[in-house]
């Protein structure tokens, strides 16, 4: 029809722009920092860099208080369930460490040979030492005060014996009794034959009265009924 002009089709409306989605940032290590329950150093890895506590093997970590153990571990509340420990009903039999010398250990020392091993003098009297195998576990050690380490079986002497590492084990109770663990020790860790190889490091093996833990180069942890 003259004089009427054909509108023009009307563009596309463009989609509405949508916002490009970051992805969320993984959440915080949230038991990074934890105090440890020995000496309250924060958590850096699974091991505190202070005394070799283990934040793996140990039961769930809180801050020290009044009613830590005397290994250093929050006591729960009464009534409280421990995921980390046995129900009362599996709880072992009451064990002890006795700390002594042992003249054959000594010997397959020697025999392994090492660059300090002629320097090695076996003590000739040491007295026997016991130590309850309670809480949740017992450091194996030596001690040093410039790095705050207190081992609860303490193994600096009289005599000494230098092929202890400060922190050189750990007994732990776990449900179906005690295990000891070689926490990355210089020497080893031995389990009844010291002619043996060591046990692995950081893997606990279980222990029960009778069995013969060495270390260093002539000490026998012996664990017997209390």
């Avoid at 440890?36 to 699974?46: A, E, F, K, M, S």
């Avoid at 380490?149 to 084990?169: C, F, N, Y």
């Avoid at 449900?175 to 020497?187: E, F, K, L, M, R």
């Avoid at 093996?205 to 260093?216: C, E, K, L, M, T």
Wanted: aromatic share 6%; charged share 15%.
């Amino acid at each position: 029809m003259s004089g009427t002009s054909t509108p023009a089709p009307l563009a596309a409306a463009p989609p509405p722009s949508v916002a490009p989605v970051s992805p969320a940032a993984p959440p915080a290590d949230p038991v990074v920092g934890t105090p440890c329950p020995v000496c309250n150093t924060p958590r850096t890895g699974r091991f505190c860099e202070e005394d070799g506590y283990d934040f793996l093997l140990a039961p769930p970590v809180s801050a020290v208080s009044p009613s830590t153990s005397p290994t250093g571990v929050a006591a729960p509340d009464a009534g409280s369930e421990t995921a980390a420990g046995p129900p009362p009903s599996a709880t072992p039999a009451a064990l002890v460490v006795v700390v002594g010398i042992d003249r054959g250990y000594f010997n397959a020392v020697l025999g392994m040979g090492g660059e300090d091993a002629g320097g090695l003098t076996f003590p000739r009297f040491a007295a026997e030492r016991q130590f309850p195998l309670v809480g949740q576990q017992l450091l194996i050690g030596r001690s040093s005060r410039s790095r705050g380490i207190h081992p609860d079986i303490d193994l600096s002497g009289p005599p000494e014996d230098p092929g202890v590492s400060h922190t050189h084990a750990l007994l732990v109770l776990q449900p179906d009794g005690w295990a000891v663990v070689d926490v990355g020790s210089s020497n080893g860790t031995y389990l009844n034959d010291p002619q043996s190889a060591p046990i692995p490091s950081e893997t606990p093996v279980p222990i029960a009265a009778g069995d013969r833990v060495f270390v260093g180069a002539w000490t026998c942890l012996s664990i017997r009924p209390a």
